[in-house]
């Protein structure tokens, strides 16, 4: 077997999460670094680290997409997955989440818990947790703060697992408190620890956390919590299977310390992930159903000899490799060369290349087993989220949830004729990024973009002009609006042509009237005694749907409206479909005038959690944009959550409104609720606006 492929055992699976800028992409640095990886660590501010190396996140300075990344440490295999920090690029970290079989969460001793943090820690949901205080090196850091901050937050299932030697400048070394062991650090920043004696100061905290770590060692498992009470100890290896136990259910948080940029501490924390973050084997089966609309029922296990199934997290299309596609083995093992099946989409695919990922950095391997996670090239149909398999032995993992978008922009060429270009580099966005939507909007007339906030549709701008060559500009999107009527209203007319060729000739008597919200529009023959054939119902009705589609009063959609055809005339030559098709239409604007039209606004349910100082503000301002408090409970560590409808129209640009008065800590979702009636000021504002576009 080739020294690259690796069994489920050997296997560990990460992803890093933080608040942005609290130092995962410098972590990794280290991490790379102290295992031999990389030569030298580079930095975020010279734009070389191994992560972010695209140039959108060098010009940055942060990540922007999901990087793969691995080390091996004495044959085990630790695949790191960074995820970007700021929340405009939370898609990268649902795809991260499917494929891990844990987490650490970077916190900066500077800043201690961020509402990042409280995220991460939401998106681990059970998965397993490490922590990783960062920045000791900083001035003004805080070790025992902070731990106390993330017990306050996440309760008292946090318990450190090493201490720092001195702090800021005098930050040299780091106690494992678990070996009871010293290590000081040189400057050199080689990651390379020298074995020292505990500080004295430091001893009574060691003893008295170490005795804590075996005591919930002990409490993880009924046999061990039996031996301990009779003996009073366990062995090391107990100790460490007890401590898995407790780490992996959740009852116990890991919490290490160091200096990503200064190398203090890595080696230990690579350490506690290969002990405490389980493998892919001691995680179990992963449950699959035969397709799409069943529940899962099929397991599939870490094993190798099992059929080859594999779900696909990620796609990326880089210069001079082409596509490239990232996904994780569940079971089996597969060979470049290999035919397999897309499941999702029902079509055969053949396995390319494999490799093996350090960001940009590949490494090319003759095969990948159960618990892997690699990247191919050259598959035709597959999409994120796609299961990929046996022919034989067809499965279907359940997909990545992404999360709704946020923003919505109107997106204009720069230059004319480029709409295809723009299209199909929108397209190729989405396939790699499906948190980012995009649809031609034939009632408003706009490409309306769709992200998880204006960094990210600007992010999606520079990505067709450095990739597609092509250049548009974000422009406010009109609003879906709607006409009605408040009460009912008839109106009689006659259409008539009789110069220049064939006659015309139709009269219709009609009348309208509301229905109850959601209605849509309904339609109803009243005419008796043969005063118009029921031949030309049908023309009436399409001349009515046009009036409709087109709006009356601001161009906008009719709905919740009822139309009654009473009455008319008809000629024995003139009057054909086009004749009343054309008098429909008129008529049923003329009644809808009378019967009291109004406009309806659509309203959006709005999620709102930020840090309790801000709900003042933050309720202020929902007032401000005609928005309605619909409740308010607590959310995790001094977070609260704001339940509020508010009007579309008023939610522009609104995350960055949200994030300019939290500071950056505080995040919405929302998603359409109902239409109701639009204030007779700004309606009619609004139908001033669209009559002047109109004669413009």
């Known amino acids: ?195 020292i004696n505990i500080p004295e100061e430091l001893k009574d905290k060691v003893n008295e956390i170490n005795v804590a770590l075996v005591e919930r060692a002990a409490e993880s498992d009924e046999s061990l919590m039996e031996k301990y009470f009779e003996q009073g100890e366990l062995s090391p290896e107990e100790v460490r299977l007890g401590l898995l136990n407790g780490i992996t259910s959740g009852s116990i948080i890991p919490v290490f310390v160091g200096s990503a940029a200064q190398n203090i501490g890595i080696d230990i924390l690579i350490d506690g992930v290969k002990s405490y973050i389980p493998a892919p084997s001691f995680v179990g089966p992963e449950m699959g159903s035969r397709s799409i609309d069943e529940e899962p029922t099929i397991e599939r296990s870490p094993n190798p000899n099992e059929p080859f199934s594999a779900l696909v997290f990620k796609l990326i299309s880089e210069q001079h490799v082409g596509d490239l596609t990232y996904f994780r083995v569940y079971s089996g093992k597969i060979k470049p060369g290999d035919d397999i099946q897309n499941t999702i989409r029902q079509t055969g695919e053949r396995m390319g290349q494999l490799f093996l990922s350090n960001g940009k950095n590949r490494e090319e391997i003759p095969e990948t087993q159960a618990g892997d996670i690699v990247a191919t090239v050259k598959l035709r149909n597959t999409k994120i989220g796609d299961t990929l398999c ?38 190729r966005i989405h396939d790699e990024d499906p948190t980012f939507f995009y649809k031609v909007d034939s009632e408003l007339h706009q490409t309306l973009v769709y992200g998880q906030g204006e960094v990210h549709l600007d992010n999606v701008v520079t990505r067709l002009k450095n990739r597609f060559k092509v250049e548009v500009t974000l422009k406010k999107p009109r609003i879906p609006y709607r006409e009605t009527i408040t009460k009912s209203a008839s109106d009689r007319y006659r259409h008539k042509k009789q110069s220049g060729g064939a006659g015309e000739f139709a009269e219709v008597e009609m009348m309208v009237e509301p229905v109850e919200r959601g209605g849509g529009f309904e339609y109803e023959w009243k005419v008796f005694g043969g005063a118009i054939s029921s031949s030309f119902q049908s023309s009436i009705e399409k001349g009515i749907k046009q009036s409709i589609a ?112 939290t500071q950056g800590r505080g995040w919405f979702s929302q998603e359409f609720s109902h239409y109701e009636t639009m204030p007779k000021e700004n309606a009619d504002k609004l139908i001033a606006e669209s009559q002047h576009e109109k004669e413009q």
């Open 550 to 661: 087109e709006g009356i009063i601001a161009g906008y959609p009719v709905v919740d409206v009822k139309a009654y055809v009473v009455d008319g005339k008809e000629h024995p030559v003139d009057s054909k479909d086009v004749a009343f098709q054309k008098c429909g239409r008129e008529v049923f604007r003329r009644a809808f005038v009378k019967a009291e039209p109004i406009m309806l606004e659509p309203i959006m349910n709005l999620e709102i959690i930020v840090p309790g100082e801000f709900t003042g503000d933050i309720m202020g301002d929902i007032s401000s944009r005609r928005g309605r408090i619909q409740g308010m409970e607590p959310s995790g560590k001094n977070l609260q959550k704001i339940n509020v409808k508010v009007p579309q129209s008023e939610l522009y640009k609104y995350s960055s409104t949200i994030r300019s008065m």
């Open 390 to 427: 046996e022919k034989k032995t067809p499965i279907v993992f359940p997909a990545i949830n992404f999360p709704n978008p946020l923003v919505s922009e109107s997106v204009v060429a720069k230059n004319k004729g480029e709409e295809d270009k723009i299209a199909q580099g929108l397209s």
């Open 1 to 195: 077997m080739s020294a690259n492929v690796f069994d489920p055992e050997s296997i560990r699976n990460i992803a890093l999460l933080s608040h942005s800028g609290a130092g995962k992409t410098t972590l990794i640095e280290a991490m790379l670094f102290t295992n031999g990886m990389i030569n030298r660590m580079g930095s975020v501010e010279e734009g070389n680290t191994v992560s972010d190396f695209r140039p959108i996140e060098i010009e940055r300075k942060s990540s922007t997409t999901l990087s793969l990344m691995h080390i091996i440490d004495n044959d085990i295999k630790i695949n790191i997955i960074d995820t970007p920090g700021f929340s405009d690029f939370i898609g990268e970290v649902y795809s991260a989440m499917r494929v891990v079989e844990g987490g650490i969460i970077v916190v900066s001793v500077l800043d201690g818990v961020e509402v990042g943090t409280q995220q991460s820690w939401d998106y681990l949901g059970e998965k397993t947790k490490l922590i990783f205080l960062n920045k000791m090196d900083r001035e003004n850091a805080d070790f025992d703060k902070v731990l106390d901050d993330l017990e306050e937050a996440f309760g008292d299932a946090i318990i450190p697992f090493s201490l720092p030697i001195g702090a800021a400048d005098e930050f040299s070394g780091i106690v494992d408190i678990l070996n009871k062991t010293a290590f000081e650090y040189s400057k050199k920043g080689d990651g390379k620890g020298k074995k």
